[in-house]
């Protein structure tokens, strides 16, 4: 009986005792790299990472895309790297052993469950394989827009604001800062989300809050809408407003502060002025400088 025809029982049997008594360990797949998020039109590429145990000799490398086999490596074929036709799946380039593969720019069909088998040669043909997620990310065409804000607030105020994202896939995910810090839970109303007719949405997050102090400590209002898609898109919006000053504040601030010295001192000297107490010491001097001047031009 040939090693090929042998008993499963047998084979596993065969390979239990090699490696109690030798140490020797059997395929292991160390590592599957599957970009979780790729944007449209861009080309994605894929790795699988393993080693052999030290009676194992390498069959096959193969790759699928959502169960359905798209390219696979063969060492000892005739023709060792072979595609298969899947809509949205088109393998551009690989590498000699079938491990790394890039794949041509993404459409939205490309995006699914990729996995990678790999085999080992007889007599026990061991295989280890794993799976990863990929999503097509449709990128706005631009950065999210605000909308109903005005150009001056007052304390008391209600400040009612949208922030609009571009067209996109998956939705855009919104969030609102206020002074460049996040904006409370109870300012903002629930997001809504809106789909098309090309599979693309957009979302809408509105901002609802009263003006205090606070919010004009630092300066001029600043409302930011920050959108974000994962980890491949970024893009903010920044409005800054200005704080309507209260009736009577610039007349009460220059009473509070009133006149330097300086100026009063210039107001007493003033044509039509009557001295006061306060200017006697500077009368004085003046007396005593004339007199002085007056003796030495006697003498």
Same mark, same amino acid.
């Given at each position: 009986m040939t090693a090929a025809h042998a008993h499963p029982c047998l084979l596993l049997c065969v390979a239990m005792l090699l490696t109690r008594e030798y140490g020797?360990?059997?395929?292991?797949? &160390?590592?599957?790299?599957?970009?979780?998020?790729?944007?449209?039109?861009?080309?994605?590429?894929?790795?699988c990472r393993w080693a052999l145990g030290p009676a194992d000799v390498l069959y096959s490398v193969k790759w699928y895309k959502d169960g359905k086999e798209f390219f696979r490596h063969v060492?000892?074929?005739?023709?060792?790297?072979?595609?298969? %036709?899947? /809509?949205g799946v088109d393998v551009e380039k690989s590498s000699p052993n079938g491990a790394n593969v890039t794949l041509y720019p993404a459409v939205l069909e490309t995006g699914g469950?990729?996995?990678?088998?790999?085999?080992?040669?007889?007599?026990?043909? +061991?295989?280890?394989?794993?799976?990863?997620?990929?999503?097509i990310?449709?990128?706005?065409?631009?950065? %999210?827009?605000?909308?109903?804000?005005?150009?001056?607030?007052? $304390?008391g105020d209600r400040v009612q604001v949208n922030c609009t994202s571009g067209r996109s896939r998956p939705a855009t995910r919104l969030a609102w800062y206020i002074n460049g810090? +996040?904006? %409370?839970?109870?300012?903002?109303? /629930?997001?809504?989300?809106?789909?098309h007719e090309d599979g693309l949405e957009t979302t809408s997050l509105a901002l609802d809050f009263k003006v205090k102090p606070k919010h004009f400590r630092?300066?001029?209002?600043?409302?930011?809408?920050?959108?974000? $898609?994962?980890?491949?898109?970024?893009?903010?919006?920044?409005?800054?407003?200005?704080?309507e000053r209260l009736k009577g504040y610039s007349r009460s601030r220059e009473l509070t502060e009133g006149g330097s010295r300086a100026d009063r001192v210039q107001a007493a000297g003033? +044509?039509?002025?009557? +001295?006061? &107490?306060?200017?006697?010491?500077?009368?004085?001097?003046?007396?005593?400088?004339?007199?002085?001047?007056?003796?030495?031009?006697h003498s």
């Open positions: 020797v360990t059997s395929l292991e797949l &160390l590592e599957l790299r599957v970009p979780a998020h790729v944007a449209l039109g861009t080309r994605a590429a894929l790795s060492p000892r074929d005739h023709e060792p790297r072979r595609k298969f %036709p899947l /809509p469950r990729y996995r990678c088998e790999v085999s080992g040669e007889r007599p026990l043909f +061991p295989t280890v394989s794993d799976h990863g997620d990929m999503v990310v449709a990128l706005p065409d631009h950065g %999210p827009t605000i909308t109903g804000s005005r150009l001056r607030y007052q $304390i810090e +996040p904006a %409370p839970a109870v300012a903002l109303l /629930p997001p809504t989300h809106e789909k630092k300066g001029d209002l600043k409302l930011k809408c920050l959108a974000t $898609i994962a980890t491949v898109y970024w893009r903010s919006n920044e409005e800054s407003v200005q704080g003033k +044509p039509g002025s009557a +001295p006061s &107490l306060a200017d006697a010491p500077y009368l004085l001097l003046l007396c005593v400088m004339i007199h002085i001047s007056q003796n030495k031009f």
